[in-house]
């Protein structure tokens, strides 16, 4: 199998990953395409990666991406310093188009990993101007606030790991909690809430809700690498699992929208088991925020978002 993986992003987060891959020694040859004069930065790096077994480490100009399994975009710039969305998609779509149209006009043909902010916009971008199969593009979506939240669960209740399983579904800045859906052994969390025999309530509920609606978590890069280091282990270490990644949907008008729900990511990519299942409210909340996902594209469609705009 062929376990090389390119990887384009800013030096903070990418290091992060390295330090993670090569203390879990994962199998696989990750190369850095970084600018030449970036180069020198990742030596001490790629000389430590040495002492593994299995990873090893590089960083080139001009990697050849006929190669690569596997294609990692994360931040292409730093993000607005206000949360401003807008203005990160407009500083990265430019960026964004060059790099995956010249990695595609060099002979890319593998899994695309899109784990920098708007990916819900960016996965469909990318599946529309690189042809690549909808089930070899997947962004990280929710997969850091479902791991959150799945600990803050088993903290709360004195559970094992194998004992939790909820989902928070939607985009990275516009997200909800699936109660209805989310598991604690064979029952749902809900009739925890209403079990006097345990110390879960709604107040248990709200804090979890807090913590995972916190704005700083979605720019906590550390994770971010968690949950990416968990997809990677399910590419190249034979350990599947269902979680809460972006993949490009069919909308309710027919249009393709992306959006983070539970589907079985493995070596393959990813592959949808079955639709969501979410009760009424939830189901309404998800539906207005593939709507938001679907104006962001019509709104770049139209232009808005090209460097030449009036507001620039």
Request: proline share 4%.
């Amino acid at each position: 199998m062929n376990n090389t993986v390119i990887i384009r992003g800013l030096f903070e987060f990418v290091q992060q990953l390295i330090l993670i891959a090569m203390a879990k020694d994962l199998p696989l040859t990750l190369i850095v395409a970084t600018d030449a004069d970036e180069t020198p930065r990742y030596q001490s790096l790629m000389t430590a990666s040495t002492a593994c077994r299995q990873f090893s480490l590089l960083a080139k100009a001009k990697p050849d991406y006929s190669q690569a399994d596997t294609l990692i975009i994360g931040n292409l710039v730093p993000l607005a310093a206000d949360r401003d969305a807008d203005a990160d998609l407009r500083a990265t779509l430019p960026l964004f188009r060059n790099f995956v149209n010249a990695a595609m006009a060099a002979g890319f043909n593998g899994k695309l990993l899109l784990a920098g902010s708007n990916d819900a916009v960016l996965s469909v971008l990318a599946a529309r101007f690189s042809g690549i199969d909808h089930q070899r593009v997947l962004g990280l979506g929710t997969l850091p606030q479902s791991r959150l939240l799945e600990q803050l669960l088993q903290n709360q209740l004195s559970v094992g790991a194998a004992d939790v399983r909820a989902f928070v579904v939607g985009t990275t800045n516009a997200h909800l909690i699936s109660w209805s859906r989310s598991y604690i052994g064979p029952a749902p969390v809900l009739t925890y809430v209403a079990n006097q025999d345990t110390s879960f309530g709604a107040d248990e509920m709200a804090a979890d809700q807090d913590q995972v609606d916190d704005p700083a978590i979605v720019t906590n890069q550390t994770l971010s690498v968690l949950a990416l280091v968990q997809v990677l282990s399910a590419f190249y270490e034979h350990q599947p699992f269902i979680g809460t990644v972006t993949n490009v949907q069919t909308g309710s008008d027919d249009q393709p929208v992306g959006l983070a729900s539970p589907v079985l990511i493995s070596a393959n990519g990813i592959k949808r088991l079955a639709d969501v299942v979410l009760s009424d409210e939830e189901q309404k909340e998800y539906a207005e925020i593939a709507a938001e996902v679907r104006q962001s594209l019509d709104r770049i469609a139209a232009g808005e978002f090209d460097q030449n705009d009036s507001d620039q």
